[in-house]
T-cell receptor, first 113, second 115 residues
Framework: AQTVTQSQPEMSVQEAETVTLSCTYD???????LFWYKQPPSRQMILVIR??????QNATENRFSVNFQKAAKSFSLKISDSQLGDAAMYFC??????????FGTGTSLTVIP | DTEVTQTPKHLVMGMTNKKSLKCEQH?????MYWYKQKAKKPPELMFV???????INESVPSRFSPECPNSSLLNLHLHALQPEDSALYLC??????????????FGPGTRLTVT
């Protein structure tokens, strides 16, 4: 069974600093995709970044980047130059064949001015 | 248009009421989802429709009844709910299962309170 684990229920970061959120997953599939979603206090869930399992190169989107370690089944999110608007719940998610997405338990990120 | 819309935004209902939640997308997505979410928790999958047919039902109580009238619309009919059903109900859509590259797009949710 696919499981996604986020071991940090809460994290905090000083504004303009860098923070890394961790995510591990368990799967026997060889082809899959990983996603980080952000859910600010307004509650709309939006995609931050995605990674294809077959790509060795780590995905980046502006200030957001991932460290994807396929052998270790690890998929961490790095947020550089943190901004107040980055404060949110962050969910790691996994998708393989089929329509189902598997979510981690989430990390609540606080940005300190 | 990369938007999933949900109505109403807020809903308060008594335990004997019947109400419906509505979700709409015009991105041509063939998979549509209902999730229930409690505060600071991940979304819990309730139902998945694939090509307008119910493909996943996560043992949801029968007081929740989904319906997919067409490829753009998804409804969730509510009847005889319990106070513990109070939550944020999220709708999402994605490309079908042959396109696992694609993420889910979420609506803003309906905040449901059962009194």
């Amino acid at each position: 069974a696919q499981t996604v684990t986020q071991s940090q229920p809460e994290m905090s970061v000083q504004e303009a600093e860098t923070v890394t959120l961790s995510c591990t997953y368990d799967t026997s599939e060889s082809d899959y995709y990983l996603f980080w979603y952000k859910q600010p206090p307004s509650r709309q869930m939006i995609l931050v970044i995605r990674q294809e399992a077959y790509k060795q190169q780590n995905a980046t989107e502006n200030r957001f980047s991932v460290n994807f370690q396929k052998a270790a089944k690890s998929f961490s999110l790095k947020i550089s130059d943190s901004q107040l608007g980055d404060a949110a719940m962050y969910f790691c998610a996994y998708r393989a064949t089929g329509n189902q997405f598997y979510f981690g338990t989430g990390t609540s990120l606080t940005v300190i001015p | 248009d990369t938007e999933v819309t949900q109505t109403p935004k807020h809903l308060v209902m008594g335990m004997t009421n019947k109400k419906s939640l509505k979700c709409e997308q015009h991105m041509g997505h063939r998979a549509m989802y209902w999730y229930k979410q409690k505060a600071k928790k991940p979304p819990e999958l309730m139902f998945v429709y694939s090509y307008e047919k119910l493909s996943i039902n996560e043992s949801v109580p029968s007081r929740f009844s989904p319906e997919c009238p067409n490829s753009s619309l998804l409804n969730l009919h509510l009847h005889a709910l319990q106070p513990e059903d109070s939550a944020l109900y999220l709708c999402a859509s994605s490309q079908g299962e042959t396109s696992i590259f694609y993420e889910q797009y979420f609506g803003p949710g309906t905040r449901l309170t059962v009194t």
